[in-house]
Structure formats: structure tokens, C-alpha cells
């Protein structure tokens, strides 16, 4: 199973929006609905994001939102905050599991 | 709350063997779909293995045939047991609660494990 392809870096300034790219392939993002979002920080364990393609869980603020177009998914984080400096991995089910190669998000 | 504490990593030779234990807490492991994830130093995530509520067990194509996961319900521990170590297996270890459907939605601090001689 090969590794979702995400840009390597993103960035925007306090108060834009920023939104980073997931693209798998018909096998994986294409079919199933269950592509998730994760936010890492250094030194730190990853944080669930958004789960389902677009749900967010309990406690993740409404600036961050996910979607879904063929075989590309997409997080979109809204309102950059200084806090939102982080990488971010997506992730796909596909039988297994999949992550994507990752984005460092830069807040200028 | 949900908690899962890792344990067991370290330094090892290549073609050893070393043991990660996950203990959780606040919810039950034999219940839930739980999972490893690994991260080599500086690179990205990487799914390792998953052990379904039903036993069920699968594994990325690195790993398939050297590790094995499995679990104790009566230590609420999760287990994984790598064999045949490589220098490529050098990473920090994750354990991660599968939620339904699909995703991790609570992990562990992690266990860096280190294969060098």
C-alpha cells in the first residue's frame, strides 16, 4: 500500500485559511469514506482531527473542516491560529490502513 | 479517561527481538479494534498492525512475517512482538485505539525503539 501524496509544506498568516491536499487512488480515499486527519506537534503524539472524511470530534474547534473529491481529500483550516503550526497526516482504511506523507503547516 | 502507556522500547542489535507492551485504561482493549503505528526519526507516520475485537490480526507488508500483535484482556495490554529487527525498524512506536469507523482517536506518548549495533 503505497503512502497518500500531500504537498510537503503549506503556510498562511495569522487569521487565513490554509488547505492541504490528500490524494490516494480508487483504492484506497476513491472508495471509502473513512479518511481521516491527524495534528502532530514536535516531540508530541498525533491528535485525531477530523474522522469520516469530514466529522470532527468532540473538543476540535470548528476551524478546522475536511472534504472529499474523487480520490483527493482535503483539510481546510480556517482562522490560522499560532497554535496551528504543526504537521498534519492524513490517513485512509483500505482493507489496512494508510497514512499520507505529511504537511508542515507554517503560520507566518 | 482514556489512557494508553507504552513501555519496552530501547536499544537494540540488528536481528534481536524486543517487546512493546500498550497498558490502557479507561476503556476495555479486548473490545476495541487497537492498532500500531511507527514514525522513524524526522520521517512520517507509518501503520504497522491491527488486531480486530474478533482476534483478527493484519500487518503492513514491512513488518508481515517479523512482528506480531496480540493482547491480554486480563492486563487491559496490548503487545508487539518484533523479531528479526532491522535498522529500518528504528522508530518511535505508537499505540493507538482504533474507533468506529476506521480511524485512531486515541494514542499513546510512545516507545522509541533503536535498532544499531
Known amino acids: 500500500q503505497s503512502a497518500l501524496t500531500q504537498p510537503p509544506s503549506a503556510s498562511g498568516s495569522p487569521g487565513q485559511s490554509v488547505t492541504i491536499s490528500c490524494t490516494g487512488t480508487?483504492?484506497?480515499?476513491?472508495?471509502?469514506?473513512?479518511v481521516s486527519w491527524y495534528q502532530q506537534h514536535p516531540g508530541k503524539a498525533p491528535k485525531l482531527l477530523i474522522y469520516?472524511?469530514?466529522k470532527r470530534p468532540s473538543g476540535v474547534p470548528d476551524r478546522f473542516s475536511g472534504s472529499k473529491s474523487g480520490n483527493t481529500a482535503s483539510l481546510t483550516v480556517s482562522g490560522l491560529q499560532a497554535e496551528d503550526e504543526a504537521d498534519y497526516y492524513c490517513?485512509?482504511?483500505?482493507?489496512?490502513?494508510?497514512f499520507g506523507t505529511g504537511t508542515k503547516v507554517t503560520v507566518l | 479517561e482514556v489512557q494508553l502507556v507504552e513501555s519496552g522500547g530501547g536499544l537494540i542489535q540488528p536481528g534481536g527481538s524486543l517487546r512493546l507492551s500498550c497498558a490502557a485504561s479507561g476503556f476495555t482493549v479486548s473490545s476495541n479494534y487497537m492498532s500500531w503505528v511507527r514514525q522513524a526519526p524526522g520521517k512520517g507516520l507509518e501503520w504497522v498492525s491491527v488486531?480486530?475485537?474478533?482476534?483478527?490480526?493484519y500487518y503492513a507488508d514491512s513488518v508481515k512475517g517479523r512482528f506480531t500483535i496480540s493482547r491480554d484482556n486480563s492486563k487491559n495490554t496490548l503487545y508487539l512482538q518484533m523479531n528479526s529487527l532491522r535498522g529500518e525498524d528504528t522508530a518511535v512506536y505508537y499505540c493507538?485505539?482504533?474507533?468506529?469507523?476506521?480511524?485512531?482517536?486515541?494514542w499513546g506518548q510512545g516507545t522509541l525503539v533503536t535498532v544499531s549495533s
Open positions: 488486531i480486530y475485537s474478533g482476534s483478527s490480526t
Open positions: 493507538a485505539r482504533v474507533g468506529a469507523w476506521y480511524f485512531f482517536d486515541y
Open positions: 469520516e472524511v469530514s
Open positions: 490517513s485512509s482504511y483500505a482493507g489496512t490502513y494508510v
Open positions: 480508487s483504492s484506497d480515499v476513491g472508495i471509502y469514506n473513512y
